[in-house]
């Protein structure tokens, strides 16, 4: 039996040939492959892992002067957001008018213009606030679709939502001073405006499908107590154009004069074609000589009135 169990013990791998030792190569050559497929996949998921953190950092802390530069770029360089400091997600900056491109003449707000981006659901939420002109934040909610985006204009519910509060009727939104408009230059700069200018809204909303620009809801912007360096009067009256989007979600514009010697009336809308907009401004007959020089700036001169035709 000793002898038996000696001759039945299993050899090594040299004495069972040639096909025994090339199984056991290739088994210690896969084990080798496995591990390089392992270890560079490692490597590939450890490069993609740091780009991703890279970008959400990237994304965290983008800073604050690209919005400035994206905002100076969508207006066409008539808004700016000078100083811009903080992130594109909480920042401030001096608002400055322009004339655009080129242009010399410049206007900025006193203060500070402080937003703060969040997300909400599958879009985002805007807020700004600032101490001269927008005492309680402004909210504009842009909400990505299927072909389209829309963005809806209202006051701040609650910090902690972040979301615009439903405007059952008008409501202000904020003020600006009149003489903040020269910045944008001619005419603005030769006018020289003094006097209030606001804004009233109620379910403003716009919306963007297919490249079109879709109207929702109504504004009011309000020219208070106006004044100008280009007369002795001291004070022209004051105006309002009301803004209303129709069914078909084009803008219809209505302007109007609430009282004082310079008479601005006209009517006009936002369509597919652009701004359209035909109005006339005449003068009181007991201040027509110390409008006369203002109604030639204005508008196109036709006797004692002035014609104001855009697009």
């Not at 005449?282 to 030639?296: I, K, Q, V, W």
Request: with cysteine; charged share 15%.
């Amino acid at each position: 039996m000793a002898g038996f169990s000696f001759f039945s013990r299993r050899s090594p791998a040299w004495m069972q040939g040639a096909g025994a030792l090339t199984t056991r190569w290739l088994e210690s050559t896969l084990e080798v492959a496995r591990w390089e497929n392992m270890r560079k996949a490692g490597r590939r998921w450890g490069w993609w892992g740091g780009g991703l953190g890279a970008l959400l950092g990237l994304v965290a802390y983008a800073p604050a002067p690209w919005l400035a530069q994206a905002v100076a770029s969508g207006s066409g360089g008539r808004v700016l957001l000078a100083d811009a400091q903080g992130t594109i997600w909480n920042g401030h900056a001096v608002a400055v008018l322009t004339g655009g491109a080129g242009s010399r003449d410049a206007r900025a707000l006193p203060g500070r213009l402080h937003w703060t981006m969040r997300l909400q659901g599958l879009g985002v939420s805007l807020s700004l606030q600032q101490d001269c002109c927008l005492p309680t934040p402004v909210v504009l909610a842009i909400k990505p679709g299927w072909g389209r985006v829309r963005a809806e204009l209202g006051l701040l519910a609650s910090p902690d939502q972040g979301a615009p509060q439903p405007m059952g009727g008008m409501q202000g939104l904020g003020h600006w001073p009149a003489a903040w408009l020269s910045g944008l230059g001619t005419p603005w700069n030769t006018l020289e405006l003094g006097g209030v200018l606001r804004l009233d809204a109620q379910r403003l909303a716009f919306e963007w499908v297919q490249g079109r620009l879709r109207i929702e809801g109504q504004a009011a912007v309000s020219l208070d107590n106006v004044s100008s360096r280009v007369t002795t009067l001291e004070r022209l009256g004051s105006y309002r154009l009301d803004v209303r989007g129709d069914a078909e979600g084009q803008a219809q514009m209505s302007l109007s004069t609430v009282d004082g010697a310079l008479q601005l009336s006209g009517t006009g809308g936002v369509g597919a074609g652009g701004l359209r907009f035909l109005g006339e401004a005449t003068a009181r007959e007991a201040e027509r000589g110390a409008l006369d020089n203002l109604l030639n700036i204005i508008g196109r001169r036709t006797g004692d009135r002035s014609v104001i035709s855009i697009g």
